[in-house]
């Protein structure tokens, strides 16, 4: 069944992924850092867009005008299936349009650091395959 954007509430494995880039502590001169794929750790999630490929200037104005993110400088890119070989899946919920979360992070009750020690880990391999372009 299609969310309201009109993309399926099942996020395919080729589709375009966006995160946005709100810190200068998400991305230096050339690369995306793996700060810019931790999660929050209030919900353990990770909020990004299902970006379908439309130009840079289309996922400027999502950033700003959609997700309410004034000091977006940019995107890190990546295809679905890099999250789900890290163990991750999608929840799409189209709140804002286009919106989905990142899930499945390990959380370890019993041992916190080593968990937070993982998400490190599953955020510094995503950012080695992500596409940093940045707005003008």
């Not at 789900?84 to 799409?92: Q, S």
């Not at 979360?101 to 020690?117: A, F, L, Q, T």
């Amino acid at each position: 069944m299609p969310l309201p954007s009109g993309l399926p509430e099942i996020v395919a494995n080729e589709e375009p992924i966006s995160r946005f880039l709100t810190s200068r502590n998400h991305y230096n001169t050339t690369v995306v850092k793996p700060s810019a794929f931790i999660p929050n750790p209030k919900d353990g999630c990770l909020s990004v867009a299902r970006h379908n490929a439309e130009p840079i200037e289309e996922s400027e104005r999502m950033a700003r005008e959609d997700f309410n993110l004034p000091k977006a400088s940019g995107v890190a890119q990546l295809a679905a299936l890099a999250f789900r070989k890290e163990g991750l899946d999608f929840r799409a919920d189209d709140t804002p349009q286009r919106h989905a979360d990142v899930i499945g992070w390990p959380w370890r009750e019993d041992d916190p650091e080593y968990g937070k020690s993982e998400r490190k880990l599953i955020a510094a391999a995503l950012a080695q395959q992500a596409q940093r372009m940045m707005y003008r």
